[in-house]
């Protein structure tokens, strides 16, 4: 009897899908955007659900924004004109805007295996060297 009560227990778990997978589970990255860089709590992370918690650390009072981009370029290496970087010529995933000095905001993503440039684009920012790179494995 206690054998079939938790082989039917079991069955019941495996069912509705609550047995354990890692690559469900929702990953966070915090992103700190400070005048000349960009940091993140990790540069590797697996495909899937991705939340960035981006904060505003900059010392210079100034709004900033981080788009992610889908490139194999470099993350210094992205087209620029005119003091940004030509976001339409590369495979823009999203961004957050117009954080204020010492806010902080979200925003998820569901991402593929690749590379990731991680950029502000205010103009002059990613000159200034706020870009970095997130890699994104299997």
Same mark, same amino acid.
């Given at each position: =009897? #206690? @054998?079939?009560?938790?082989?039917?227990?079991? @069955?019941?778990?495996?069912?509705?899908?609550?047995?354990? %997978? +890692?690559?469900?589970?929702?990953?966070? $990255? /915090?992103?700190?955007?400070? !005048?000349? !860089?960009?940091?993140?709590?990790? %540069?590797?992370?697996?495909?899937?659900?991705?939340?960035?918690? $981006?904060?505003?650390? +900059?010392?210079?009072?100034?709004?900033?924004?981080?788009? $992610?981009?889908?490139? /194999?370029?470099? /993350?210094? @290496?992205?087209?620029?004109?005119?003091?940004?970087?030509?976001?339409?010529?590369?495979?823009?995933?999203?961004?957050?805007?117009?954080?204020?000095?010492?806010?902080?905001?979200? $925003? !998820?993503?569901?991402? +593929?295996?690749? %590379? #990731?440039?991680?950029?502000?684009?205010?103009?002059? %920012?990613?000159? @200034?060297? =706020?870009?970095?790179?997130?890699?994104?494995?299997?």
């Amino acid at each position: =009897m #206690y @054998a079939t009560y938790r082989i039917t227990i079991l @069955a019941g778990v495996i069912a509705l899908g609550m047995t354990s %997978h +890692a690559s469900w589970a929702e990953q966070t $990255v /915090d992103a700190t955007l400070l !005048s000349d !860089s960009i940091q993140l709590g990790t %540069h590797t992370v697996k495909a899937g659900p991705i939340t960035l918690e $981006v904060k505003n650390a +900059a010392a210079n009072n100034m709004e900033h924004e981080l788009v $992610v981009l889908k490139t /194999d370029l470099s /993350d210094d @290496a992205l087209p620029v004109s005119k003091g940004q970087v030509l976001e339409r010529r590369l495979k823009k995933i999203g961004e957050v805007e117009d954080i204020a000095p010492g806010k902080s905001k979200r $925003v !998820s993503f569901k991402l +593929a295996p690749g %590379h #990731y440039a991680l950029i502000c684009n205010k103009a002059g %920012h990613y000159a @200034a060297g =706020m870009h970095t790179a997130l890699v994104v494995t299997p």
